[in-house]
């Protein structure tokens, strides 16, 4: 089978994480999800806080895009204020370098758009009913239903603000994706079901 990859954008309590680690246990293919997070920061030398910082949750106007930094970075120049779209920039890099060894499955954090340019990518959406996110979240979280019910509106906007600023598509709409999937419709198995045929069809050259 050729060198291909899969990303998965997914809507909180969607089951998108489980779905990704999933499909690498069956694919034998490295997921990267926080992980992305320690690579990143092993590469720049900088903290894991700066990138926790753009991951998916910050708002992205002009005037609130810069944090205070005074040290080098490795293979980056200088500066005296490091932009959300220089971190940005060497997330990006991590992952496309990670592409460029092996296939992998990639969750969140823009990477369909960050791997436009690579051949044999295949770009999914997991969402899911309300009411079945808000009982996972509450189950995982440990939180009351308003808790977790608000805690999902948050990350839905800053996912959404994250992935239309960088990729100058709409996050969640069906036209930014390859395969869309409903977890309340179909079990987390049967999307996996789904996904691993896709995979072996369109990447096994037969």
Do not use: H
């Not at 708002?59 to 971190?87: D, P, Q, V």
């Not at 092996?102 to 340019?117: K, M, N, T, V, W």
């Amino acid at each position: 089978m050729e060198k291909y990859f899969l990303t998965v954008g997914r809507q909180l309590g969607s089951g998108g994480k489980s779905i990704g680690s999933l499909l690498s246990q069956r694919l034998n293919i490295p997921c990267y999800d926080k992980e992305l997070i320690q690579l990143a920061s092993q590469e720049s030398g900088l903290g894991r806080e700066f990138f926790e910082k753009i991951d998916e949750k910050s708002s992205y106007s002009f005037w609130g895009k810069y944090f205070g930094f005074r040290t080098g970075l490795m293979g980056y120049s200088e500066i005296n204020y490091l932009c959300n779209e220089t971190l940005f920039k060497i997330q990006s890099d991590v992952i496309r370098e990670l592409a460029e060894k092996e296939s992998g499955i990639f969750i969140g954090r823009c990477a369909d758009y960050i791997l436009r340019d690579f051949p044999n990518c295949l770009k999914i959406f997991i969402s899911a009913d309300t009411k079945d996110r808000i009982r996972r979240i509450m189950q995982d979280e440990k939180l009351t239903e308003k808790e977790a019910e608000d805690y999902i509106e948050q990350c839905d906007k800053k996912r959404s603000s994250y992935y239309n600023y960088y990729s100058n598509k709409v996050w969640g709409m069906a036209s930014s994706y390859d395969l869309c999937f409903n977890s309340s419709f179909l079990s987390i198995e049967e999307i996996v079901g789904l996904i691993e045929e896709q995979v072996k069809r369109k990447f096994s050259g037969n």
